[in-house]
């Protein structure tokens, strides 16, 4: 029938340019080592912070953890001036990397390391680490994709972004099983002197990526990494020049500013904000009841070792047979919808059936989809914008915008203490089904607007940075 895949198409679905195999190949190792620390990393985060400091207080450190982002995005934004694309990443890497190993060594400490089994609010060492890995979290997504989105083009994106995403999976899947395995053979005494070794593991993992991203910008020709021509030609004939301090503290800005100032970005930032609003009231359920059934920072650790073992199977199989096929034959549009209609359905199951463990198995199908089939859906809304949206905008939406919403549902979560469970379920999903609804409505103005460009062969932004351009000249 006219308009289904014929046979040669769907036995060429995960076919790959002969041209772009290195370039496919480096990416997809990049983010399987970065995913592969991350997902080692994460279980430590809300484990460490639960038995050091105390579970009661995490949504407290999301909205700390806010304030400590601002001066970080700040200098993530000047990085982007001063550096190349793929230096970025060297940077992220290279600097958490170093900050791992460092956490290595105070988490080993006899005193004010794991063996210290007490649970106060004055463990500076919890808090220190937790608002370590709210900086790995927020940079680590904005670094890969903002550098990916810059070096591929949307038939790129439309063929490989599904590639990527299934790399990062599989390095998900094989550091979430070796964790959980050997955290379930290691005896709960000798799991205090495990745990800091993970932290060494990650960092080695970090720098594996550098290494990657080092034989990627050395072996693929540049004329294959230039990404969307129209933003590429911009670029080139975009001038650098000398700023004074004032000039450059607004410069800092500048993502910001333009996020308030052009619809189609400040859209890109209420996607974020939607999803992660909805993300922080189902982990927060999750996280109580993992509090709840395990003693240890070992047996918590395992816990959310098994949850990013599946959520990352889940995701390897939606990676590879749903956003692959997905984006290559029904294309961007239609496929902005799919990820928050699949929520709002989610969402609606929680509500009619509310059993034990439901919020685990709905937030493990959240992640799952989010970072295997949405992100990579989202991050196609970049490629045809300036670099000043790909990189310095997406840092303000990516690490501060998420913030806010997780900072929003925090304080949404600590209002709902002593209500009544029934209350706190209604209050939840509504706000949830709300947000949702508002999503798809987002959507489809995205997607029409993306459209416009693509066919006009326009760059997003283009406009703004004249504009800018003049304000500069009249005031110089």
Same mark, same amino acid.
């Given at each position: 029938?006219?308009?289904?895949?014929?046979?040669?198409?769907?036995?060429?679905? !995960?076919?790959?340019?002969?041209?772009?195999?290195?370039?496919?190949?480096?990416?997809? #190792?990049?983010?399987? +080592?970065?995913?592969?620390?991350?997902?080692?990393?994460?279980? $430590?985060?809300?484990?460490? /912070?639960?038995?050091?400091?105390?579970?009661?207080?995490?949504?407290?450190?999301?909205?700390?953890?806010?304030?400590?982002?601002?001066?970080?995005?700040?200098?993530?934004?000047?990085?982007?001036? !001063?550096?190349?694309?793929?230096? +970025?990443?060297?940077?992220?890497?290279? $600097?958490?990397?170093?900050?791992?190993?460092?956490?290595?060594?105070?988490?080993?400490?006899?005193?004010?390391?794991?063996? @210290?089994?007490?649970?106060?609010? *004055?463990?500076?060492?919890?808090?220190?680490?937790?608002?370590?890995?709210?900086?790995?979290?927020?940079?680590?997504?904005?670094?890969?994709?903002?550098?990916?989105?810059?070096?591929?083009?949307?038939?790129?994106?439309?063929?490989?972004?599904?590639?990527?995403?299934?790399?990062?999976?599989?390095?998900?899947?094989?550091?979430?099983? #070796? #964790?959980?395995?050997?955290?379930?053979?290691?005896?709960?005494?000798?799991?205090?002197?495990?745990?800091?070794?993970? $932290?060494?593991?990650?960092?080695?993992?970090?720098?594996?990526?550098?290494?990657?991203?080092? /034989? #990627?910008?050395?072996?693929?020709?540049?004329?294959?990494?230039?990404?969307?021509?129209?933003?590429?030609?911009?670029?080139?004939?975009?001038?650098?020049?000398?700023?004074?301090?004032?000039?450059?503290?607004?410069?800092?800005?500048?993502?910001?500013?333009?996020?308030?100032? @052009?619809?189609?970005?400040?859209?890109?930032?209420?996607?974020?904000?939607?999803?992660?609003?909805?993300?922080?009231?189902?982990?927060?359920?999750?996280?109580?009841?993992?509090?709840?059934?395990?003693a240890t920072v070992g047996g918590m650790t395992s816990?959310?070792?098994?949850?990013?073992?599946?959520?990352?199977?889940?995701? +390897?199989?939606?990676?590879?047979?749903?956003?692959?096929?997905?984006?290559?034959?029904?294309?961007?549009?239609?496929? +902005?919808?799919?990820?928050?209609?699949?929520?709002?359905?989610?969402?609606?199951?929680?509500?009619?059936?509310?059993?034990?463990?439901?919020?685990?198995?709905?937030?493990?199908?959240?992640?799952?989809? @989010?970072?295997?089939?949405?992100?990579?859906?989202?991050?196609?809304?970049?490629?045809?914008?300036?670099?000043?949206?790909?990189?310095?905008?997406?840092?303000?939406?990516?690490?501060?915008?998420?913030?806010?919403?997780?900072?929003?549902g925090s304080l949404f979560n600590v209002s709902l203490?002593?209500?009544?469970?029934?209350?706190?379920?209604?209050? *939840?999903?509504?706000?949830?089904?709300?947000?949702?609804?508002? !999503?798809?409505?987002?959507?489809?103005?995205?997607?029409?607007?993306?459209?416009?460009a693509i066919d006009n062969k326009t760059v997003i932004?283009?406009?703004?940075?004249? *504009?800018?351009?003049?304000? $500069?000249?009249?005031?110089?």
């Amino acid at each position: 029938m006219h308009g289904e895949p014929s046979k040669s198409q769907l036995t060429g679905l !995960w076919e790959i340019k002969e041209e772009l195999k290195l370039k496919v190949l480096f990416l997809s #190792l990049t983010f399987l +080592l970065m995913m592969a620390c991350l997902v080692i990393w994460r279980p $430590l985060k809300m484990a460490i /912070f639960s038995k050091t400091v105390g579970a009661y207080l995490i949504p407290n450190a999301k909205l700390y953890s806010l304030f400590i982002l601002i001066p970080l995005i700040l200098f993530y934004s000047k990085l982007v001036d !001063w550096l190349r694309r793929h230096q +970025l990443l060297y940077c992220f890497a290279s $600097l958490h990397a170093l900050g791992g190993l460092v956490f290595y060594f105070l988490l080993s400490h006899p005193v004010h390391g794991l063996v @210290n089994t007490e649970i106060s609010s *004055s463990r500076w060492i919890g808090w220190a680490f937790y608002f370590f890995m709210e900086s790995f979290d927020a940079f680590f997504s904005t670094t890969f994709w903002s550098f990916a989105d810059s070096v591929n083009t949307l038939q790129d994106a439309k063929n490989y972004y599904g590639f990527f995403v299934s790399g990062s999976k599989i390095g998900g899947i094989i550091s979430a099983g #070796l #964790l959980y395995v050997i955290l379930m053979l290691t005896p709960a005494h000798a799991q205090f002197s495990l745990l800091p070794n993970a $932290l060494l593991v990650g960092s080695l993992l970090l720098f594996g990526a550098a290494l990657s991203i080092y /034989f #990627l910008i050395k072996k693929v020709p540049d004329n294959y990494m230039h990404g969307y021509k129209a933003a590429y030609k911009l670029e080139k004939q975009r001038k650098y020049e000398s700023q004074s301090f004032l000039k450059s503290l607004k410069g800092a800005f500048e993502g910001l500013f333009i996020i308030i100032k @052009n619809p189609y970005v400040l859209g890109i930032f209420s996607l974020v904000i939607f999803y992660e609003i909805v993300n922080v009231i189902f982990d927060y359920h999750v996280a109580l009841e993992a509090d709840a059934a395990h003693a240890t920072v070992g047996g918590m650790t395992s816990y959310y070792a098994m949850y990013y073992l599946i959520m990352n199977m889940l995701g +390897l199989v939606v990676s590879l047979f749903g956003t692959t096929p997905i984006l290559r034959y029904i294309g961007f549009r239609i496929s +902005l919808f799919l990820f928050p209609l699949l929520c709002f359905f989610l969402i609606l199951i929680t509500f009619f059936f509310h059993i034990p463990g439901i919020f685990f198995i709905v937030s493990v199908c959240l992640r799952a989809c @989010n970072y295997a089939f949405n992100h990579p859906t989202r991050e196609v809304l970049y490629i045809p914008t300036t670099k000043d949206i790909k990189f310095k905008a997406k840092a303000w939406t990516d690490a501060f915008g998420s913030r806010i919403a997780k900072s929003f549902g925090s304080l949404f979560n600590v209002s709902l203490k002593g209500a009544s469970p029934a209350f706190v379920l209604l209050s *939840s999903m509504s706000l949830s089904l709300g947000l949702t609804s508002l !999503w798809i409505i987002v959507v489809y103005f995205l997607g029409k607007k993306l459209q416009e460009a693509i066919d006009n062969k326009t760059v997003i932004g283009e406009t703004t940075i004249e *504009s800018e351009s003049n304000e $500069l000249s009249q005031g110089s």
